[in-house]
């Protein structure tokens, strides 16, 4: 392609133009900067505020998935989960539609940025479009529906094992579990124990990655239907390894379940490099993305009701897993990032022989076109942490007091009325972020 470039340094001109005005017209902010300025400082008021600002923005045809993202993730805030979904669904067509990316696209994102493709969303993004929108599903008390986006998880996670058999993220501990919540509130034993299984060995991976704990509700779990299947010798591995007793449930109660998403994952900035290309000696300058994390000083939820007192439990570390991929998947944005200024600058050094004025704009117009791909779902929560809680029939009064880092209690919450019958599963939702928290059930 090299070759092909310098030769035609006029016809590829007009794709840095292009960059240049496109940068322009976005008056040359980045994605997360832009978003974050406009939405954020509503959404710390008003998540019905933020929702309106979002649907006034506009929105390049290239961005329409990050649209329909945050779009679902302030109505889950709303508590109007069926619109949430929606919104997934049409989240899930944009992907299919552009997972493979054209051939304009790739010559776009070679000569101008990365963010000229149409964004179809990170391995993680996609798979928790499927999580989110299974609990969407669960909060409608939705069984069937939410089992049929399992299914759909896991032919996710099998196509990111074949793409990547040493990918951790096709192991996701937390999707496994969720899957067995599913397989569970639909009286499907067997296949329940295989996935919090899959879970239990997901989580062994993801402590030696992420340092995250196995988190004892699935122990219990473990314990409670290897023995109720009879699987006397797993249940007795399971006792010798950990330090719980198996968790009952009496099929004449009810359990409330508490998914408690805390915080917000990583944004994603832009950063200014300069490097000497090995292979000709230039000093170029190009932008790679880097992640700013978004954590607060909360470490965890308290689940309070009937009298009990019940903490939440780290399950998915979003921001952890982010992190670990992007940097994973930086030497190939790096070597795309440097080459792409290698041909800028060849190409404005050929212009310039010809015309000193040209090789000056096209130089400029490939420095201004230079920008990192900073485009992420910012709505995203950084952790997804939860509570299982089992109570007699009855109505109930949910609350949640938010532990700071320090153990002290920083704010209390109430989550509202639940109605429990007997063998009944109910979820509450309720998501903190930083500048704001909602909740709806």
Known sequence: MLSRVLQRPCHYAGYLLAGVLLLLQAGCASYSRNFEQEIQT??????????????????????????HLNRAMFLHMLGDYAASNDEFEQAKEIIEQYQATSISEESAAFFINDGTRTYTGSSLEQLMLHVYAAINYLLQNQADAARVEALQINVRLRQLQEADPDSILSIDPFVRYLTGLIYEQLGEIDDALIAYRKAYNAYLEHQKTYGISIPRILKQDLLRFSRQLGLSEEYNRYRERFEVEARNLDREKGELIVLFHKDLAPIKRSQRLAQVDPATGYLVHFALPVYEPRNSHLSHARVMVAGQRVRTELMEDISGIALRTLQ????????RALARAVVKYKMSRQAGENNGLAGLLMNIAGVVSEQADTRSWLTLPGEIQMARVTLPPGDYTVSLELIGRDGQVTHNRQLG?????????????????????????
């Open 42 to 67: 509503l959404a710390s008021q008003d998540p019905a505020a933020a929702l309106t600002a979002l649907e006034k923005q506009h929105q390049p045809e290239r961005n329409r998935l990050l649209y």
């Open 417 to 441: 009325q639940v109605k429990l019958t007997a063998g009944s599963k109910r979820y509450v939702s309720y998501l903190w972020f930083p500048s704001y928290s909602t909740t709806r059930h």
């Open 328 to 335: 994973e998947n930086m030497p190939a944005i790096t070597a």
